[in-house]
């Protein structure tokens, strides 16, 4: 009889090790990133021209944003791709466009937390008119027990001039 009980604890020691091993793992939850419409695109001009089309010195939108993220007990950390499409337009004097981008952390409440500014220049090589620029970001935020990456957004979109934004709310 010990020895069956033996044989029985065995068993059923090694099926609740086999059962843990295929217990749902803990995904971590990252924050989710939004491109508002207005910001998302930018239209740049020569400078006091009245903002006609043969005025469009460049034309830059957000092609996606995509990263992954990782948690800690003290910190969620984001890192993302940003990837813009730019157009060279019938203005342009120079091979290049430089602008740039913002990245805002916010509660669900979208109360800005943290809110950075970050250089983006893409190149017009060659005879090229219309190039891909991608830029690499790390986001880290700092997170208390009840908070998790499902606790924030992050917005991302273009630092633009009021004509810039005037411009892209008026033609969305």
């Not at 984001?78 to 916010?106: C, H, M, N, S, Y």
């Not at 208390?144 to 892209?168: A, H, K």
């Amino acid at each position: 009889m010990a020895i069956l009980l033996r044989f029985v604890g065995l068993g059923l020691l090694i099926f609740l090790t086999a059962c843990e091993a295929f217990a749902p793992q803990t995904v971590p939850t990252c924050p989710r990133v939004r491109v508002p419409a207005d910001v998302g695109t930018m239209t740049r001009f020569v400078p006091q021209t009245d903002l006609d089309i043969t005025d469009v010195t460049a034309e830059v939108e957000y092609v996606s944003v995509r990263g992954e993220c990782s948690v800690s007990d003290e910190e969620v950390e984001v890192a993302a791709l940003v990837e813009v499409a730019a157009k060279r337009g019938p203005a342009a004097t120079q091979d290049f466009v430089e602008f740039e981008i913002f990245v805002a952390i916010t509660d669900l409440d979208r109360n800005v937390l943290v809110r950075r500014s970050l250089p983006f220049r893409v190149e017009f090589s060659g005879n090229r008119s219309a190039v891909r620029g991608i830029q690499r970001l790390v986001i880290t935020i700092p997170k208390t027990p009840d908070l998790d990456g499902n606790s924030f957004f992050i917005f991302s979109g273009f630092v633009l001039t009021e004509e810039e934004l005037r411009y892209n709310r008026a033609i969305n």
